[in-house]
């Protein structure tokens, strides 16, 4: 069965976004390429991105013509954006995303059951509380950075409930961010 991956970036007071969504505190690490070469070896079993709307409009913005290490396979692998508003989801020259309407959840379950490899959700943060909320959270990766905003948006709503999970994996980059693997403990 394919996995479902949630990869956010997070400040160390636990935001993944300022109090209207801003993602300034992005720019308090100069340096992403350990990041980046991580994320390459993680993308290796990887097949599809999952992203929702507002999240796709930023990343389209960006990364169809970044200079940057993963950026080749960013703009290649296939992309998902569930939305009720888009309608089409280019991606600059490359092939275009696929806009999924509907039921995000019943959508990433049965792609979890057909054959392939895991699935990456970036950032996307109804779409990562939605399918968590839904049981269908495999691995959690946090990207912290060594940043403190005091307001904001976190990962996870108060009204998620209890979410207990066992660490993976932990490792500091010489640029001060700490890379955290967790998995759901199930029952």
Do not use: C
Not at 94 to 106: H, I, L, T
Not at 130 to 138: E, I, N, Q, V, Y
């Amino acid at each position: 069965m394919r996995r479902l991956i949630v990869q956010e970036l997070v400040t160390v007071d636990g935001y993944v976004a300022g109090p209207q969504g801003e993602l300034d505190f992005f720019d308090s690490v100069s340096d992403y390429s350990h990041v980046d070469r991580d994320n390459l070896q993680i993308l290796e079993d990887v097949d599809t991105v999952l992203l929702g709307a507002d999240t796709y409009r930023m990343f389209v913005q960006y990364w169809p013509t970044a200079d940057e290490t993963v950026a080749a396979m960013v703009n290649t692998m296939p992309k998902l954006v569930f939305s009720s508003t888009l309608d089409e989801a280019p991606w600059g020259t490359w092939r275009p995303a696929e806009v999924v309407k509907g039921d995000a959840a019943a959508k990433v379950a049965d792609l979890k059951r057909q054959p392939g490899k895991d699935l990456m959700v970036w950032g996307s943060l109804s779409l990562a509380r939605a399918l968590t909320r839904a049981d269908l959270l495999d691995e959690l990766q946090l990207r912290v950075v060594p940043v403190a905003i005091g307001d904001g948006r976190r990962l996870f709503p108060d009204d998620l409930g209890r979410l207990d999970l066992d660490l993976v994996e932990a490792k500091p980059y010489p640029s001060g961010i700490i890379s955290t693997r967790y998995r759901p403990r199930r029952a």
